[in-house]
């Protein structure tokens, strides 16, 4: 099991820029949620996506997008790059069925705006 | 809305020493509790959870943690580190009634680094 898988690890791109994040969660799981982590702090919810719809979203602007595909796996799109969306970026998945499911977190999108 | 205060930023400790690091909460509604390791490059491993029943909850790596209600505090234990256990670790909550209603939304901590010197 290859558990939760992120890519690219690293990306750098320009400020105005739009930038794609892909997720695959790991087996079983069809619940997948994305997370910032600014240098320095803890990871911040951006949103959760569950039957291929979002569920629930964090105090992110509408720059941040998703979707959730038939097979579970994720894409995150940031629109309009800021310098602040300097980030890592986390991936974690679980199965539906409340906290007893562990979720699991990918190893993470490392992305720099300059 | 839910909020955590991880009390100190970095925990500098000998190995073989103990270890506590502290998480404070802030929730109007029941929440349930969480650490999570985060090593060097890597994502985040849960360490431990509280969900309900005993306020003492033993994790991975030997570490325990003990949920107290009246001080709002989830502390994080070890009795003698290694030097492995150099990494950074996270305190989040997350709340129970949109846990069973619109899935899991951890909300974290800042973060406490604990290095573990020979």
């Known amino acids: 099991d290859a558990g939760v898988t992120q890519s690219p690890t690293h990306l750098i791109k320009t400020r105005g820029q739009q930038v794609t994040l892909r997720c695959s969660p790991k087996?079983?799981?069809?619940?997948v949620s994305w997370y910032q982590q600014a240098l320095g702090q803890g990871p911040q919810f951006i949103f959760q996506?569950?039957?291929?719809?979002?569920?629930q979203r964090g105090n992110f602007p509408d720059r941040f997008s998703g979707h959730q595909f038939p097979n579970y796996s994720s894409e995150l799109n940031v629109n309009a790059l800021l310098l602040g969306d300097s980030a890592l970026y986390l991936c974690?998945?679980?199965?539906?069925?409340?906290?007893?499911?562990?979720?699991?977190f990918g190893p993470g999108t490392r992305l720099l705006v300059l | 809305a839910q909020s955590v205060t991880q009390l100190d930023s970095q925990v500098p400790v000998f190995e073989e020493a103990p270890v506590e690091l502290r998480c404070n909460y802030s929730?109007?509604?029941?929440?349930?509790l969480f650490w999570y390791v985060q090593y060097p490059n890597q994502g985040l491993q849960l360490l431990l959870k509280?969900?309900?029943?005993?306020?003492l909850v033993k994790g991975i790596n030997g570490f325990e943690a003990e949920f107290n209600k009246s001080q709002t505090s989830f502390h994080l234990r070890k009795p003698s580190v290694h030097i492995s256990d150099t990494a950074e670790y996270f305190c989040?909550?997350?709340?129970?009634?949109?846990?069973?209603?619109?899935?899991?939304?951890?909300?974290f901590g800042e973060g406490t680094q604990l290095t573990v010197n020979p």
């Open positions: 974690a998945s679980r199965v539906t069925g409340g906290p007893r499911e562990t979720q699991y």
């Open positions: 087996s079983g799981h069809d619940t």
């Open positions: 996506y569950y039957e291929e719809e979002e569920r």
């Open positions: 929730s109007s509604v029941s929440v349930y």
């Open positions: 509280y969900l309900s029943g005993s306020t």
């Open positions: 989040a909550v997350s709340d129970q009634e949109s846990e069973e209603t619109s899935g899991s939304r951890l909300t």
